[in-house]
Structures are given as structure tokens and as C-alpha cells.
């Protein structure tokens, strides 16, 4: 899956999420948006499921109250005490801990601080056709068969809380009657359109009781019926306009949300199920993030109501098309960041950007791909790898030094003092995250059968942990391919033929550059260089007790089958500018949303107190922006790294 690497990080003083500045501005952003969206629909976004960041899975809890007590849980948690952030990075990951080690360029480093707001950091996807995706049109695409906009409002809350009780059988009800105030026909089919519209699954009748007009709401069908995945061959029964593309298109612009917790309250809102959306690619929370997003058979008319009553989000530039999107499609993402307050002289940023943009920057995989707590994910990884499942489940579930949510201690000292999957869980109230997965399927499966336990674990997650562990491997062997050798291509590497590796032979090394050169993740189709970065590969796998030439794994889903990466990136695209500024709250650039709602860009003083590094660069799918960045400021992006240089701040 193509990810953006968003994670916080801040390259001279650490900022939490709970910043100061920042604080601020979201508090006034809440107080804001909560006004208007009662003042519009009565409807907030209070409630919204907010997953940890490094769970990215449709985890939808099937109990309302369990969903609700655990999104308090999550909620109350979140921000925690900017000394424990501290005392948690002390036993995190450095970059020199999984293999990020060397710089191509030759600059004189200096520092900055790196999403000091999420609004620093803006990331717009790009498309299949090289078009970068903006949000700049709220407009609706007219069709006479859409409701009217009467639709979303002649219910009453209280009439659309009795409806979706009724949709998602929370009651004993078999129907809800609806008294119709001002009897006129158009008022009965408006009512009708609504409940249709709004609560799909749901059949309305009209019937005349005691001398007074009701409309009836009613289920067609039972429970499996509506839990049914629709597709284009297989539609609701209200049928769909045949000269409309089955799938709405529209441009999802977000802020401080990652996209599955987007999906999920876009779901949540519209009352149908997350896997009826698609997209390219997934974007992480701590930005400001613009993709393309695809909804089967759901009107441009009822997404562009949700900008009234969302926060935090807004939808646009809609379209009809007969296709979904697909994971992977895109191209790649254009980045626009502001390094705030950084200390390098004009002639060593210039230097900086200008490496970047003609040599580039090792194609590392960033910090968050390995975690942030003191186990990180390539250790799991390779336990499974090593089929030694007692090891995984003890990574996952033993004590751990460093601060933790305070349920997540208690559920491990419980684990490590009973071995007890029930005891651990009934410690453990937000039962969504990993630990309580792999709890739940221990309780189910036993202690046993450990592998069928862990099975319970979405399997993207499960995932997550082997490739995790390729990554790993694969930023060692690239750091002593650069120390070896440099940066020239040499006989030996690796290029790609189309889609096929071949090594350089002695009498093409010169046709050749290291933009050209690839490497290969660990896996049973892949080939590995023919000169000591080679056996390197061996020798490390062999340290792991893992096997170069047997890849393969028992369980079908473990087994790796490799893949090709290359060893630098040249970004397109790039630009920089350095700005003075006064104020570390405003914004240094407008954004889409910025420009739609007229906002002119502060004024900025031409000799203030702070100086900043505006930056924009295209990347392709499945790259690291901050590895980017971190060759332009040649420091070590990890948040532990970053919290030991300077913890002032959190006191």
C-alpha cells in the first residue's frame, strides 16, 4: 500500500501534538466549526472514531456503546503529558538503529523544526495521469433526478435517530411512522425521498391513520440484505440513473485526519459502509492532505452536504465515472513544507536545495515504518519470519520500557504476572488495538495455537510487522552500498529491464548512473548483487537465523516474495524560497481551502525575528518525504533523537 510519511517531527526541538501555538488554533477551529454545524444540520463531529495512527485497518467495532466508550478512552488519552512523550522516546528508535546512516550530499547541516503546525506540511496527491489533485470547486454536477435539497431537512433529529435505529435493527421495531404535518403530495414524496436517500435499505408506504397522513418506514429486506456488499452489477433496488457513472468521484481535502479515519466518519455520517469508498493511496494524519476519493452509488448532492456539518474536513470537485480507484494508481505526491526557524546561512540552504534537486537523497524507508515505542515492528517481523510465534506474542503483550497509555500498562503487567488472555483483556477497555486483537483470538483459539490467535489481527497489520523487517534490512544493505562504493553505478548492481533486474556487467558500467541502480527487499523472486553488498544480504539473514535461499513460509501470507527499490531519488519539481516571519501561528502559504474561502496570505515582515525554509517537491509512490528533508538538513529525523537534543520544551 502507498503511504505518505507524515509522522511529527521536529529537527531541533520536538513539538507534541498539544503545542502550544497549535493548541490554540484548533481550539478556536473547534469552537468555530461546532457553531456552525449546530447553526446548519444540529449535527457535530465531536464523536468521531479517532484510530491510532499506526493502525490503519477498518477496524469498525460492531456495538455502538463499545465504539463510543472506546473513542472517550482513545480521546482522553491521546495528547498525554509531554513528559511522559519524553520518557517514551528515550527508548525509542534512532536512525542509525534501523540502518539510515549515510547523506550524498556535502553541505554543512543545519537545523529546523519540521511541522512545528500540521499546517506546514501539505501534501497533494498526484493522479495516474500526472495531474496533481486540488480542491478548488465546491460546485454540484446538476441532474434532475437528485433530490431536492428539502431532502436533507424535513426530517426531524429525532425522526432521523428512530430511522437509523431502525436501518441497523438497534430496536424491536419493524417500522416507524412518520405523521405528515403539512399533507400535500409533494411533502409526502420529499419525506419519502429522504428516508430512501438517507437511509438506504430502508421502503416507505404511505397509510391514512385515524384522519391523519403517516409515512411508514420499513425494512425491503432482512439483516443479510443490507449487510450486502453492493457493486455495480448488483445495485440497491432504488435503481440508479443509467446515464450516470455508478461511482461518484470528488476530491477529499483534510486536515490532522488520517485517510481511514476519513472514510470512517464520511461512513459514519452517510450511514452506509466504509468498503463502498476507494482511493490511490493513503495519506497519514499530522498534515494537510488533498486526494482523490471514489463512493459507490452515493449523490455529489448528499457528499457535499456533509461540508456543512464536518470539521476538519471538506469535499469538492465532483464527478461521475463508471470506475472505481485503485490502490497504487497514483503517481506519486507533490509536497509543499515550511521548515520554521531554521539557523543555515542563504549560501547553505542554496547549496542544500540545489543537491537535492540534482543528486537527491537515499531512498531510506522513514522512521515511521518501524515504530515509535521501544519494540519496534521489524523485531516482530522477523519472529514471524523465523516461525517462532511464542517470540511474537511475547513482543507484543510483554512489559516494555517507557510510558504508555495507562490501560496498555496495566494490561501488560497483567499479561507477564497471569498469562492470562481473559484476565489481560479485562484490562484492556479500547479492545481495538493490536494487543487486545491478539488477546481476543488467545482467548478464542488458546494458547496453543498462537498462529491462529494472531490471525485475528487484520491482516494489512500482520503484514505491516514482515514488511516492516525487508525495510530494515534493506536501509542496512543500502548503507553499505553507499559506503562501499559511492555513488556510481558499479560492475555488479542491479537495473531494471522493464520490469526485470539484471546485474552491470564490466563493459556497460559506463552507460549507467546510480539514479539508475535498485536494490532488492529480501524475497524468494529476486536477485541480489554480485559483489559484497551481495553476500552482505547473506550474512545478515544468517545473523537472523533466516535463510537467503528459502524464503518461503509455511503460512501462504508470510511468505516474501521480494522486491526491487531504488538506492536514490531525484524529487521533480523542486522549489524553495526563505521567509521572514514574526509569529510562529501564521501560516506561511494558502491553502486550497484558503483560496476558496478568499483568505489572502499574512503579510510578512521583510526582516523578522524567525526565518523559514519554504520547500515543494514531487515524489513517487511508496518514498519518505522526510527522508528528504532529512538530507537537506543532515539530522537525524527520529523523534528520540530530537527529544534528547533539547527537552526544555516539554517542562
Known amino acids: 500500500m502507498e503511504t505518505v510519511e507524515v509522522n511529527s517531527v521536529s529537527l ?9 501555538a497549535n493548541a490554540d488554533e484548533i481550539k478556536r477551529q473547534k469552537i468555530l466549526e461546532k457553531s456552525k454545524a449546530e447553526n446548519d444540520s444540529g449535527q457535530s463531529i465531536e464523536n468521531v472514531t479517532e484510530q491510532p495512527e499506526d493502525t490503519k485497518s477498518e477496524i469498525i467495532p460492531t456495538e455502538e456503546s463499545e465504539e463510543q466508550e472506546e ?10 503529558d509531554p513528559e511522559s512523550f519524553a520518557e517514551m522516546m528515550k527508548h525509542g528508535l534512532t536512525e542509525s538503529d534501523v540502518g ?45 433526478e437528485d ?7 424535513v426530517l426531524s433529529d429525532e425522526d432521523k435517530q428512530r430511522l437509523e435505529e431502525l436501518q441497523l435493527f438497534k430496536n424491536k421495531e419493524t417500522s416507524v411512522a412518520i405523521e405528515v404535518i403539512e399533507d400535500t403530495k409533494e411533502k409526502r414524496t420529499i419525506i419519502h425521498q429522504a428516508v430512501k436517500s438517507l437511509f438506504p435499505g430502508l421502503e416507505t408506504k404511505t397509510e391514512d391513520r385515524d384522519g391523519k397522513k403517516y409515512i411508514i418506514a420499513y425494512h425491503a429486506a432482512g439483516k443479510k440484505a443490507l449487510a450486502k456488499v453492493r457493486t455495480a452489477t448488483d445495485p440497491r433496488k432504488h435503481s440508479w440513473p443509467k446515464s450516470r457513472g455508478s461511482y461518484c468521484h470528488f476530491v477529499l481535502y483534510k486536515e490532522n485526519k488520517d485517510t481511514m479515519d476519513a472514510i470512517n466518519v464520511l461512513s459514519k455520517f452517510l450511514r452506509v459502509k466504509p468498503n463502498i469508498f476507494s482511493y490511490m493511496g493513503t495519506k497519514d494524519k499530522r498534515a494537510i492532505t488533498v486526494q482523490e476519493i471514489a463512493v459507490l452509488r452515493i449523490t455529489a448532492q448528499r457528499l457535499a452536504h456533509l461540508n456543512k456539518c464536518l470539521m476538519n ?57 518501524f515504530g515509535t515505542t521501544a ?7 522477523r519472529a514471524i519470519l523465523q516461525n517462532n510465534w511464542n517470540e511474537v506474542m511475547d513482543l507484543i503483550l510483554k512489559p516494555r520500557p517507557g510510558a504508555e497509555k495507562g490501560y496498555l500498562v496495566k494490561c501488560r503487567e497483567e499479561w507477564a504476572k497471569t498469562k492470562d488472555p481473559a484476565a489481560a483483556l479485562k484490562k484492556l477497555p479500547v479492545k481495538r488495538c493490536v494487543e ?6 488467545l482467548l478464542k483459539y488458546g494458547m496453543k495455537n498462537i498462529i491462529s490467535a494472531f490471525g485475528i489481527i487484520p491482516r494489512n497489520n500482520r503484514l505491516m510487522y514482515i ?81 537467503i535461499n528459502n524464503m518461503r513460509h509455511k503460512i501462504r501470507d508470510y511468505s516474501l516474495s521480494g522486491a526491487y527499490r531504488k538506492i536514490i531519488i531525484r524529487p521533480q519539481n523542486v522549489n524553495w524560497e526563505v521567509v521572514a516571519y514574526d509569529d510562529p501561528k501564521i501560516p506561511l502559504f494558502t491553502t486550497d481551502l484558503d483560496k476558496l474561502e478568499g483568505k489572502p496570505l499574512p503579510v510578512l515582515p521583510t526582516d523578522g525575528k524567525f526565518r523559514a525554509l519554504k520547500m515543494e517537491f514531487s515524489l513517487p509512490p511508496s518514498t519518505y518525504a522526510t527522508m528528504a528533508i532529512r538530507e537537506v538538513l543532515k539530522m537525524d529525523t527520529s523523534i528520540k533523537n530530537q527529544t534528547q537534543l533539547n527537552t526544555t520544551w516539554l517542562r
Not at 375 to 381: D, K, R
Not at 436 to 441: K, N
Not at 483 to 498: M, Q, R, S, T, W
Open 12 to 20: 531541533k526541538r520536538p513539538r507534541s501534538e498539544d503545542d502550544v
Open 71 to 80: 473513542e472517550e478512552l482513545e480521546d482522553s488519552d491521546e495528547d498525554g
Open 100 to 144: 539510515i546512516t549515510k547523506f550524498v550530499s556535502s553541505h554543512k547541516g543545519f537545523s529546523g523544526i519540521l511541522k512545528e503546525r500540521y499546517s506546514d506540511f501539505v501534501v497533494h496527491e498526484i493522479g495516474k495521469d500526472g495531474r496533481v489533485s486540488h480542491l478548488d470547486d465546491f460546485s454540484v454536477p446538476v441532474d434532475d
Open 147 to 153: 433530490p431536492s435539497e428539502e431532502t436533507f431537512t
Open 313 to 369: 474536513f471538506k469535499l469538492g470537485n465532483f464527478s461521475y465515472k463508471n470506475h472505481p480507484l485503485k490502490l497504487g494508481e497514483l503517481q506519486g505526491n507533490h509536497f509543499t513544507v515550511v521548515l520554521r526557524n531554521i539557523t543555515g546561512t542563504d549560501e547553505q540552504i542554496e547549496q542544500a536545495m540545489h543537491s537535492l534537486r540534482e543528486i537527491g537523497f537515499i531512498n531510506y524507508y522513514g522512521m515511521q515504518r
Open 375 to 381: 519494540v519496534p515492528t521489524y523485531q516482530i517481523g
Open 436 to 441: 487486545g486483537q491478539l488477546l481476543r483470538g
Open 467 to 547: 514488511h516492516s523487517y525487508q525495510s530494515y534490512v534493506w536501509n542496512n544493505m543500502v548503507s553499505k552500498r553507499i559506503e562501499e562504493y559511492g555513488l556510481k553505478a558499479v560492475p555488479g548492481d542491479l537495473i531494471l529491464k522493464g520490469a526485470t533486474a539484471v546485474h552491470i556487467e564490466e563493459g556497460d558500467v559506463d552507460n549507467y548512473t546510480i539514479h539508475d541502480v535498485v536494490m532488492p527487499l529480501p524475497g524468494f523472486d529476486v536477485i541480489y548483487p554480485k559483489h559484497k553488498i551481495g553476500e552482505a544480504y547473506k550474512e545478515m539473514l544468517v545473523a537472523d537465523n533466516l535463510d
